[in-house]
């Protein structure tokens, strides 16, 4: 259930029953040879629209720039800045606030520390809502990955081979070698990070059902 195909009068019925809301966080950026740009994005809106599916919260549309330093350089990688991000996020949960919304949950398909920081600071500073950054990063997936989740690697291939299959061309898919350079990631030449060889359709429905379960507990605990 999308917030904007609602009328404003559906809205306020909505509001009347409960005071929730999903914001789904993307990123514009490169995901190797064999991802498209949307990856982060995609992964965030399809969490959101199972968690909806489940727990009849709205989904808000989404928020694609984030900010991505470490893919910096490749084409079509677009970013915004930590602080722009921020205050940008602060500014959405104020428009909730003020639309009566008590409740945001965030979802953010991206995992650089700075942007997920920004998110969590826009969401500390807006006292008149609870909002609460939903972060699956840190789930534990070693029991299905066979290799580091990192970047355009094993679990996010999966996890579009699962939600978007006509949307991975596995046949570019060039696994790249994790390396760092000070705490920067040392670029690689097709912007993977990790083994996107090693994925497949089933992890990544694993990986989805996993994400789900553990969310689902969180948007039930602060509803
Ligand atoms: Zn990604």
């Known amino acids: 259930m999308e917030l904007v195909d609602l009328t404003w009068k559906e809205v306020e019925e909505y509001l009347k029953k409960r005071q929730d809301i999903l914001l789904p966080v993307g990123a514009v950026e490169e995901h190797g040879y064999h991802l498209p740009l949307s990856t982060d994005g995609d992964i965030a809106r399809a969490v959101c629209a199972e968690l909806s599916r489940r727990t009849g919260v709205l989904v808000a549309p989404i928020i694609w720039y984030g900010y991505s330093k470490s893919t910096r350089g490749y084409s079509g990688t677009v970013m915004v800045g930590k602080d722009e991000l921020k205050n940008y996020i602060r500014s959405i949960l104020e ?31 807006v006292r008149e809502i609870k909002a609460k950054l939903l972060d699956f ?30 949307k991975v061309q596995m046949d570019k898919a060039k696994d790249e070698e994790i390396a760092y350079e ?42």
């Open 95 to 125: 428009g909730f606030a003020e639309s009566g919304f008590r409740v945001v949950y965030i979802v953010s398909g991206h995992f650089s520390n700075d942007h997920l920081r920004a998110i969590e600071d826009a969401a500390e500073e």
């Open 182 to 223: 000070g705490d920067m990631l040392r670029k690689t030449q097709s912007g993977v990070f990790g083994t996107p060889s090693l994925a497949t359709r089933e992890k990544g429905r694993l990986l989805f059902e996993r994400i789900i379960s553990e969310l689902g507990k969180q948007v039930q605990f602060y509803y």
């Open 137 to 166: 990063s840190n789930l534990d997936f070693s029991d299905i990955l066979e290799s580091e989740p990192l970047h355009a690697c094993e679990a996010e291939t999966s996890l579009m081979l699962f939600l978007h299959p006509d």
